[in-house]
Structures are given as C-alpha cells and as structure tokens.
C-alpha cells in the first residue's frame, strides 16, 4: 500500500525547495510519462492507474510502480485532471554546458514564466537544439508546469543554470565564439548571416536581456514588425528566430 509518508513525499516535490533537497521531480501525465519511460531519465518510482498500467505494461518491468486511482492521483500532483500516470523522477547534475563547434545553444536571461519555458524547450526539440543555458534567476526547469509544458522534450535537452555574464566571460576567455542576442532595432533576422555555431540568446518578458549580458553580445538582431503588435511572446520569438536559423544552414 502507498503510505502516507510517501504521499507526503510526493506532494512535496511540487515545491522546489524540496525538489532541490532530494534531488527529484515529477512528471505528470500520459505524454510526459511515456516519454520519460524512453529516455535515460532514472524513474524511483511510477504511480499509476490500473488501465495506464495495462496500456503499458511493457515498459514498466524495470522500475517500481504503484498502481493507484485517479483521485489519489490527482490529489497527489498538480494536474486538475490526470487518469493515467505520476512519476517521481531523479534529477540530472547541473553540470556545465558548452556549445560545440557545429551546434547552437540557447541562452535565457531570466525567463519567468515556466509556461513560456516549457514552451521554449518544446521548440528547441523541435528544431534540434540539445542544450539550454539558463540564469539562475529563470524559473526551475523541475517546476511541474514547466515538464506539463514541454510535452515529453525535458527528456531530450539538457540544461544548466549559472550567471550570465560570468558563464560568458569563462566562455570568451577561450573560445572566439558567437553571442547573438535578440533586441529592438538591430539586423533583420530574416537577412542575418548566421555563423555555424555559437549561442542564442533570448530575454525577460517585459525587459529583454540585461545590461551586464549585453556587454558580451557579438551580435545582435531583430525580428521585424510589419503590423501594430507591441510584442512577441518569448516562446514565439524562439521559433522564429531558430526557424530562420535551420533555413538559413539549408541553403
């Protein structure tokens, strides 16, 4: 039977200060499930209903399961509706990224939204971006709507919290590497040459990359308006950015 101690243990991951202290997190839902059941992730433990258990039984020889019913479930995580599967999950080392000489990697400066994250891991995946530079001021990639928001890409990216400014400045020292920035009033992203690899940076929601990150852009774009939009959602401004990235090397 599934004890009270560990249903308060459950719950507390949707914390971070207890995400953080255990070094765990929870992955809600069928989707987000099943993909981490294809990766590399390490599942400590699975709680699932019984037709999400028969529907995958295959997949869950290796690791410990507890089959539930939808309301434990619900009442375990965060999901208003959830009739298929919770998983407590071990945590990756924040270990430091680096881009390689023929890849990119995005950089964000203090993305507060975990929706607008999850999105942007979503679109990463999509175009083939493996890893995530995030100030340590962004939202927690372990928060649960950031794993909700992904749809299963937190499976295959990897990300690494530090402080801007003095990741790029250990990055510079060594490497002549390209820091493209996104910003108002600078080259058009649609005519922009990109390089064959470097570090894409996206910024805050209503203030843009800060000024101690902006000292170290080399080069610095823009998307352009053609209507009467104030703004771009973050995520939005990934995708067109990366997209124009992909068909740029296409060519």
């Not at 981490?36 to 997949?59: A, D, G, H, M, V």
């Not at 298929?84 to 270990?95: D, Q, R, Y």
């Not at 104030?230 to 090397?249: F, H, Q, W």
Request: aromatic share 8%; charged share 25%.
């Amino acid at each position: 039977m599934f004890s009270k101690q560990q249903q308060k243990y459950v719950q507390s991951l949707q914390i971070k200060k207890y995400r953080q202290e255990h070094q765990r997190f929870l992955v809600e839902g069928a989707k987000s499930v099943q993909e981490l059941l294809k990766s590399e992730l390490e599942t400590e433990l699975l709680l699932c209903t019984p037709k999400f258990f028969l529907e995958n039984e295959i997949s869950l020889k290796k690791i410990s399961v507890e089959q539930i019913s939808q309301t434990e479930l619900e009442k375990l995580g965060t999901l208003q509706s959830n009739d298929s599967a919770l998983a407590v999950v071990k945590m990756h080392e924040n270990t430091p990224l680096i881009a390689d000489t023929d890849e990119f990697a995005l950089v964000l400066d203090d993305i507060r939204d975990p929706g607008n994250l999850g999105t942007i891991l979503r679109i990463a995946d999509w175009y083939g971006i493996k890893k995530v530079i995030c100030s340590e001021t962004s939202v927690d990639f372990y928060n649960p709507k950031v794993v909700s928001a992904s749809m299963g890409s937190f499976t295959r990216i990897r990300v690494y919290y530090s402080e801007i400014s003095e990741y790029f400045e250990k990055i510079v020292q060594n490497n002549k590497i390209e820091i493209i920035g996104t910003f108002l009033n600078s080259e058009n992203v649609h005519r922009f040459d990109f390089p064959r690899s470097g570090y894409i940076v996206l910024g805050n929601e209503s203030n843009g990359i800060g000024a101690d990150v902006e000292k170290l852009i080399t080069k610095k774009i823009t998307i352009p308006r053609f209507g009467e939009a104030e703004s771009l959602n973050v995520g939005i401004a990934t995708a067109v950015v990366l997209d124009n990235l992909r068909r740029r090397e296409s060519k």
